[in-house]
């Protein structure tokens, strides 16, 4: 399968090991590679449903010079929606804590932006989740937050924890871009190369 990207070193640039995780269900061969302080600001003007892609896209512009003729990067950013409020990594469990009753009761969206870049390659999307949950107590987000220390999550949840099993009542489009990266997708622009 995906015979292909036989001819590339695919490499992932992300720290997440849930990323890691999910692009090894794929059955491709990859290294990580990470820099280190990468610019993830964007302007305040940008659409919210845009901010993934574009940081995806600057991720990728840093890697640029160093790719060799064979790479393919695979770059990621995934953001929360709540309204048109975007929620990032939370600094320390009251912020943590703060985003999760954001999200209680409501249905936020999910977005994730994907570049794939080479030398002779550049693909970008993004793809968009739509996730609701039940209304949720105090204790069980305190007991979530204490437990689970969500501070390396957009949005301050992992679907595949204890909170997503307990507080998530309907999801549209894809679970595994949630998690943070739309493998799916993924597929389907690898394979097409």
């Given at each position: 399968?995906?015979?292909?990207?036989?001819?590339?070193?695919?490499?992932?640039?992300?720290?997440?090991p849930?990323?890691?995780?999910?692009?090894?269900?794929?059955?491709?061969?990859?290294?990580?590679?990470?820099?280190?302080d990468?610019?993830?600001?964007?302007?305040?003007?940008?659409?919210?449903?845009?901010?993934?892609e574009?940081?995806?896209e600057?991720?990728?512009?840093?890697?640029?010079?160093?790719?060799?003729?064979?790479d393919?990067?695979?770059?990621?950013?995934?953001?929360v929606?709540?309204?048109?409020?975007?929620?990032?990594?939370?600094?320390?469990?009251?912020?943590?804590?703060?985003?999760?009753?954001?999200?209680?009761?409501?249905?936020?969206?999910?977005?994730t932006?994907?570049?794939?870049t080479?030398?002779?390659?550049?693909?970008?999307?993004?793809?968009?989740?739509?996730?609701?949950?039940?209304?949720?107590?105090?204790?069980?987000?305190?007991?979530?937050?204490?437990?689970?220390?969500p501070?390396?999550?957009?949005?301050a949840?992992?679907?595949q924890?204890w909170?997503?099993?307990i507080?998530?009542?309907?999801?549209?489009?894809?679970?595994?871009?949630?998690?943070?990266?739309?493998?799916?997708?993924?597929y389907?622009e690898?394979?097409?190369?």
């Open positions: 399968m995906l015979d292909n990207l036989k001819k590339y070193n695919i490499v992932l640039a992300s720290n997440s849930r990323r890691r995780e999910l692009l090894a269900g794929l059955g491709i061969e990859f290294t990580v590679k990470v820099l280190p990468i610019d993830e600001s964007y302007s305040p003007t940008l659409p919210a449903t845009e901010v993934a574009y940081i995806a600057k991720k990728a512009k840093a890697y640029k010079s160093l790719l060799h003729a064979d393919l990067i695979i770059t990621a950013d995934t953001v929606i709540v309204g048109n409020k975007i929620l990032g990594k939370p600094h320390d469990a009251a912020e943590a804590k703060e985003m999760i009753r954001d999200i209680s009761g409501k249905t936020h969206c999910v977005v932006g994907v570049c794939i080479g030398r002779d390659v550049h693909r970008s999307f993004s793809v968009s989740t739509d996730v609701s949950f039940s209304q949720l107590t105090d204790e069980e987000i305190e007991y979530y937050v204490e437990r689970y220390k501070f390396d999550k957009a949005g949840y992992g679907i924890e909170i997503g099993f507080g998530v009542t309907s999801l549209s489009g894809s679970y595994y871009n949630v998690m943070g990266l739309p493998v799916q997708r993924i389907t690898l394979k097409s190369l």
